[in-house]
């Protein structure tokens, strides 16, 4: 079944805005990089690999920039906030962690998704919070697994859930800046592709079953999601699931 196509997001609500895309050097975040400036946007990419940056700066054109960061370095999100006059729409999907039952990982590897995932997303939004537009917003990335564990991942699902209530509770406290969640199904994209084949084909076909709409989801279904939380001007505190029903069944 072929996936669609990307949808285009009006021009208006983005245009010479600054959209700031931690982790907008690959997968979800390029995507969401590409959508934006083609609505008009300026956006700043982050990340900690600076090849990668460079090439999708290029790829994106003259309303892209980018610049180094690790989210779980305090000095090195200071140093690249401080870099920014304002910030227009924050979304940060840049993570390392690992994934595994409680049996099996080692407490340091349990730790990893909130290291990396949890804390690094809330730094991120601290060291914003001052150049945040009134009018603008933050998307934190959680994942579907937050509200339907896949498998015996427990702090994994943790995590998520918890990305979820810090959404909740950044809205509260940094209104009128508005804060929503996006937490998306499995994806066929950047972040299964290094993934063994064996591994990954198995995931799809059972999230495929799992599923009500019986497919994987896009890059770009999940950056549209994005773009509509930061352009919708009436919508914080909530948590979308671009994920085909996987959350229903």
Not at 96 to 119: I, N
Not at 194 to 220: C, I, K, M, N, W
């Amino acid at each position: 079944m072929s996936s669609p196509s990307a949808p285009r997001v009006p021009e208006g609500p983005l245009k010479d805005r600054t959209v700031v895309l931690i982790g907008g050097g690959s997968g979800i975040g390029l995507r969401v990089a590409h959508q934006a400036v083609a609505a008009g946007a300026q956006v700043v990419l982050g990340g900690r690999t600076p090849d990668r940056l460079a090439a999708a700066a290029q790829e994106l054109g003259g309303g892209a920039r980018w610049q180094t960061v690790d989210v779980t370095d305090d000095a090195s999100l200071a140093a690249f906030f401080d870099g920014l006059d304002r910030v227009d729409h924050l979304f940060t999907s840049a993570a390392s962690y690992r994934v595994g039952a409680l049996r099996e990982l080692s407490p340091q590897d349990a730790e990893t998704p909130f290291t990396s995932k949890f804390w690094g997303q809330y730094h991120a939004v601290r060291h914003a919070a001052p150049k945040l537009s009134p009018d603008g917003s933050v998307v934190l990335m959680a994942g579907a697994a937050g509200a339907r564990p896949p498998g015996p991942a427990p702090a994994y699902a943790a995590c998520n859930a918890a990305i979820e209530g810090l959404g909740r509770g950044l809205a509260v406290e940094l209104a009128p800046v508005r804060v929503n969640v996006v937490s998306p199904g499995t994806i066929d994209g950047n972040l299964w592709a290094g993934r063994p084949s064996p591994d990954r084909e198995a995931a799809f076909a059972q999230y495929r079953r799992d599923t009500v709409l019986h497919r994987l989801g896009t890059e770009d279904e999940v950056a549209h999601t994005v773009l509509f939380l930061f352009t919708n001007g009436y919508t914080t505190g909530s948590t979308l699931y671009p994920d085909g029903g996987y959350t229903l069944r």
